[in-house]
Antibody
């Protein structure tokens, strides 16, 4: 069955960096666009970034442009989120999700927690 | 700045019907925004309920339905059950590779 497993979360100081991973299985990863969505403590869901199935196009919400980079490694069936210059407001649970039709999130992972604090 | 609007909270009686809506701070929601709906219980990952306005995701009971009502997207739950008590989020595709979530609706079944 389709499964997504996020990892790489942790505690980091403001200004620091972190790389999240999302291991995909049970489907043809190379045919599927992928999202990262986050949820700050006690808050709603926020779309962060999307990468097309072939990696040719990447899109970001304004608040992370220039700081976050989405990428994928088809040989490893893994999605990444490189996060630099982290701020306290980046503290959240980060979820990856599939998108086969460039229109919506399909299957979700269970999330990984990022805490930005000194 | 684009704002997607949802009712902050709603309540429904067991067995009742409730319609949650998803609007825009400007203009109308149409099928061109590919509205989708997600259910989330505390501490859990979201679950996809509806996509492309009205298509139920695999395994979603048919008591959940999606539509366009007036100038908003809508999620209707018919015959609400206790375990439908959750947060519900809509997402609109704004074009140019940008998605925007609504603030979510906390549904109480009592």
């Amino acid at each position: 069955q389709v499964q997504l497993v996020e990892s790489g979360g942790g505690v980091v100081q403001p200004g620091g960096s972190l790389r999240l991973s999302c291991a995909a299985s049970g489907f043809t990863f190379s045919s599927c666009g992928m999202h990262w969505v986050r949820q700050a403590p006690g808050k709603g869901l926020e779309w962060v970034t999307f990468i097309r199935y072939d990696g040719t196009n990447k899109y970001y919400t304004d608040s992370v442009k220039g700081r976050f980079t989405i990428s994928r490694d088809t040989s490893k069936n893994t999605l990444y989120l490189e996060m630099n210059t982290l701020r306290a407001e980046d503290t959240a649970v980060y979820y990856c999700a599939t998108d086969w039709t460039f229109s919506h999130m399909g299957v979700w992972g269970k999330g990984t927690t990022v805490t930005v604090s000194s | 700045q684009t704002v997607v609007t949802q009712e902050p909270s709603f309540s429904v009686s067991p067995g009742g019907t409730v319609t949650l809506t998803c609007g825009l701070s400007f203009g109308s929601v149409s099928t061109n925004f590919y509205p989708s709906w997600y259910q989330q219980t505390p501490g859990q990952a979201p679950r996809t309920l509806i996509y492309s306005t009205s298509i139920r995701s695999s395994g979603v009971p048919d008591r959940f339905s999606g539509s366009i009502l007036g100038n908003k997207a809508a999620l209707t739950i018919t015959g609400a059950q206790a375990d439908d008590e959750s947060d519900y989020y809509c997402v609109l595709y704004m074009g140019s590779g940008i998605w925007v979530f609504g603030g979510g609706t906390k549904l109480t079944v009592l």
